[in-house]
């Protein structure tokens, strides 16, 4: 298994600033990813974060907006940019394990005044 | 279209009151089915993978069992530290990529 790490756990943030998360893994891991979770509601995948490649996102998800970064096998960030209220969400980071499962981090509970 | 369904939405049991919790997929190539836990303002843990029909995991209160269209989660006896959201995902290769595809959750609550 692996224990995920993220910064920050929570924050408010006023319409149009950015924000990045920062998330970090215990073990070296090859696929990385980042969620979005509405309260009440399940997981959306937003994009998957490989080591040494560009993010590969999900459809209804553009780089400009959230553009992510993964400089080696234990780090990974993602920026939520321009935000607006509609941004207001936990953000979830994840690592796959060895069987394709995944391991997340505790979230980062953001606000968007 | 809705590729994993779970049912119930939610779950109010009375301690020691078993039960089974259901996730329904549609999706074909079947890689895997996950379990996961998630309590109130954390990230889902996870419990259980499950590759093929027939196969059963358990852990403690919980049993994991998977066919060829649905899996269930059955609570033996649970007690009130059980309640929290539970989550199945279906990995799946689309044809082109690897997917992991989340059901909405069944949110247990279990009391005294």
């Known amino acids: 298994s692996a224990v995920i790490s993220q910064k920050p756990s929570r924050d408010i943030c006023q319409r149009g600033t950015s924000l990045t998360i920062q998330c970090q893994v215990d073990?070296?891991?090859?696929?990385m990813f980042w969620y979005r979770q509405q309260p009440g509601q399940s997981l959306t995948l937003i994009a998957t974060a490989n080591q040494g490649s560009e993010a590969t996102y999900e459809s209804g998800f553009v780089i400009d907006k959230f553009p992510i970064s993964r400089p080696n096998l234990t780090f990974s960030t993602l920026t939520v940019s321009n935000m607006s209220p509609e941004d207001s969400s936990i953000y979830l980071c994840?690592?796959?394990?060895?069987?394709?499962?995944?391991?997340f981090g505790p979230g980062t509970r953001l606000t968007v005044t | 279209e809705d590729q994993v369904t779970q049912s119930p939405e939610a779950l109010r049991l009375q301690e020691g009151e078993s039960s089974s919790l259901n996730c329904s997929y549609t999706?074909?190539?079947?890689?895997?089915l996950f379990w996961y836990r998630q309590d109130p303002g954390k990230g889902p843990e996870f419990l259980f993978t499950?590759?093929?029909a027939g196969e059963e995991k358990e852990k403690e209160r919980l049993k994991a069992t998977l066919t060829k269209k649905e899996s269930f989660l059955h609570i033996t006896a649970p007690k009130p530290e059980d309640s929290a959201t539970y989550l199945c995902?279906?990995?799946?290769?689309?044809?082109?990529?690897?997917?992991?595809?989340f059901g909405t959750g069944t949110r247990l609550q279990v009391t005294l």
């Open positions: 995902a279906v990995h799946w290769w689309s044809g082109t990529a690897s997917k992991l595809t």
């Open positions: 499950l590759y093929s």
């Open positions: 994840s690592a796959e394990g060895a069987s394709y499962e995944q391991y």
């Open positions: 999706v074909s190539g079947l890689r895997g």
């Open positions: 073990s070296q891991v090859t696929m």
